[in-house]
């Protein structure tokens, strides 16, 4: 029997009072490979004992590897952690044109990576982007997802629903249809891709990261895969549930991915969801709430 879950984990942070603070040696103790994705290579970071249960971290926009810092750093104690530059991103290769960036092949990028690391499955977690990217590994590839952990992305049927429904969430994805217009790419900037970072010396790496990556196949992922207009339209996502138990941790003060997406989720799922909502915290809850966001990963993947 389905278990629907919603919990109310505020007291974490009263709970677990010791800090989370990251390894000044971080950087140091990461290592960095490649995996071949049909031609593509993708890049990943990776931290803790190769033979430890595998996680692979996927960054949305604008980001990269560097976003899951803190949550490698805590998680790889038990688990290998392993966080990826997306295509078009940092280190990873950026083919050139909109059908590279079809959700299929991002899915297949991420099956490379597990494929490469010798695994035969793994715990799948992605913010934004790599949340659609999560979601759709999961129904496309259930052998190879052990459990999924999605931040600030709701199942995509929810937000197409809430798109051709709800008028405020039409009205807050007016950046998505800008970003699908052509040469759109041309607007923007290294720095300011990097302007919501908070911490100083993260906002550095994240400069350099941006520079080393390409705008417009970072665009190409809204051109090939946001609901376009008439939101009324048939959605692209399988529709498949998600055979994985699931955990959704979502920052309510995103104003890009309203919270009423979320409702119905269990409608896409054959196992147990777990809520998690966190007041105060904006789109990258990894970060704005990142000690709760870790702490909460960890309880769960330990239940």
């Given amino acids: 029997m389905k278990r629907r879950t919603l919990l109310l984990w505020f007291l974490l942070t009263m709970l677990c009072t010791s800090a989370l603070a990251l390894d000044p040696d971080f950087d ?19 931290l803790g004992k190769s033979t430890a249960p ?6 949305g926009f604008p980001d990269f590897w ?15 952690t392993v966080a990826i530059d997306q295509r078009g991103y940092n280190l990873s290769d950026k083919p050139k044109g909109v059908e590279q960036y079809d959700m299929t092949l991002l899915v297949s990028d991420v099956a490379a990576v597990i494929k490469h690391l010798n695994r035969d499955k793994a715990i799948i977690v992605g913010h934004d982007w790599g949340g659609a990217v999560a979601w759709t590994f999961a129904m496309m590839k259930p052998e190879l997802t052990e459990k999924l952990v999605i931040l600030n992305l709701p199942h995509p049927k929810g937000l197409a629903r809430e798109l051709a429904n709800n008028p405020q969430q039409q009205k807050n994805s007016a950046y998505a249809r800008n970003f699908q217009q052509e040469g759109a790419h041309t ?23 941006f520079k080393k990556s390409d705008f417009e196949a970072m665009l190409n992922y809204y051109k090939r895969n946001y609901p376009r207009e008439p ?8 529709d498949i549930k998600v055979k994985a138990s699931v955990l959704m941790i979502h920052g309510l003060g995103d104003t890009a991915l309203l919270p009423g997406a ?3 989720t269990w409608d896409w799922l054959e196992k147990d969801l777990t809520l998690v909502t966190v007041p105060g915290s904006g789109h990258f809850v990894q970060q704005d709430a990142s000690e709760m966001v870790t702490r909460s990963i960890k309880m769960w993947l330990g239940r």
């Fill in 54 to 59: 595998l996680i692979v971290m996927i960054h």
């Fill in 28 to 46: 140091k103790k990461v290592k960095h490979d490649f995996a071949d994705s049909n031609g593509v290579k993708i890049h990943y970071a990776a």
């Fill in 231 to 238: 939101y009324d339209q048939p959605n692209r996502f399988p």
């Fill in 262 to 264: 979320l409702n119905n």
């Fill in 66 to 80: 560097y976003s899951w810092r803190d949550q490698m750093d805590a998680l790889s104690k038990d688990y290998y």
């Fill in 187 to 209: 607007r923007l900037t290294a720095e300011g891709l990097a302007g919501w970072v908070k911490d100083p010396e993260a906002k550095k790496k994240y400069v350099e990261a």
